[in-house]
T-cell receptor, first 111, second 117 residues
Framework: DGGITQSPKYLFRKEGQNVTLSCEQNLNHDAMYWYRQDPGQGLRLIYYSQIVNDFQKGDIAEGYSVSREKKESFPLTVTSAQKNPTAFYLC??????????FGEGSRLTVL | SQQGEEDPQALSIQEGENATMNCSYKTSINNLQWYRQNSGRGLVHLILIRSNEREKHSGRLRVTLDTSKKSSSLLITASRAADTASYFCATASSFNAGGTSYGKLTFGQGTILTVHP
């Protein structure tokens, strides 16, 4: 079945460690997005990519990095520079006529 | 920055009643969308209304858009316990940078709907 696959579903990180969240899609969509969700704050845009080898910072990009080497894949790295990384991370791709298809999310907890 | 602001933040109703959620935004948009999120899950697209449309229906959902007031509402009729979830509005805008056109969806903080059996 077509969709967005995020992994891992749960991830624990020690302070000072970088972690990478995986996002894969088989929908043949060009644009992909990463959002962060905190309780009571809705979704905030971290990074987005319109096409392969291109990506743009969103509203809260500091402490995060991404790559887009393949159309199907848009991994997000949470670096040690991110001061408060504990959150629920959602990856999405953009279909026609402009609606987002979301993965099931990755919950990151810093110990 | 948050484009959409939703009201109320939480709504509690009985099964069979209607639920109305409102969304306000600040800048011009291409379209406005509503999404649903069950606890701990990803978001699911419900309905999209374009900036030149005023009302749209999909099953028990009715969405209105007033671009002069920069607001939208989502009505769920004859609610069911299974409708219990968070509902988010998202505004779509586009811009050009370096010769490339980008699309961007900005989400509100959501309305938590609880439908009691």
């Amino acid at each position: 079945d077509g969709g967005i696959t995020q992994s891992p579903k749960y991830l624990f990180r020690k302070e000072g460690q970088n972690v990478t969240l995986s996002c894969e899609q088989n929908l043949n969509h060009d644009a992909m997005y990463w959002y962060r969700q905190d309780p009571g704050q809705g979704l905030r845009l971290i990074y987005y990519s319109q096409i392969v080898n291109d990506f743009q910072k969103g509203d809260i990009a500091e402490g995060y990095s991404v790559s887009r080497e393949k159309k199907e894949s848009f991994p997000l790295t949470v670096t040690s520079a991110q001061k408060n990384p504990t959150a629920f991370y959602l990856c999405a791709s953009l279909g026609r006529p402009g609606e987002l298809f979301f993965g099931e999310g990755s919950r990151l907890t810093v110990l | 920055s948050q484009q959409g602001e939703e009201d109320p933040q939480a709504l509690s109703i009985q099964e069979g009643e209607n639920a109305t959620m409102n969304c306000s935004y600040k800048t011009s948009i291409n379209n406005l969308q509503w999404y649903r999120q069950n606890s701990g899950r990803g978001l699911v697209h419900l309905i999209l209304i374009r900036s030149n449309e005023r009302e749209k229906h999909s099953g028990r959902l009715r969405v209105t858009l007033d671009t002069s007031k920069k607001s939208s509402s989502l009505l769920i009729t004859a609610s069911r316990a299974a409708d219990t979830a968070s509902y988010f509005c998202a505004t779509a805008s586009s811009f050009n940078a370096g010769g490339t056109s980008y699309g961007k969806l900005t989400f509100g903080q959501g309305t938590i709907l609880t439908v009691h059996p």
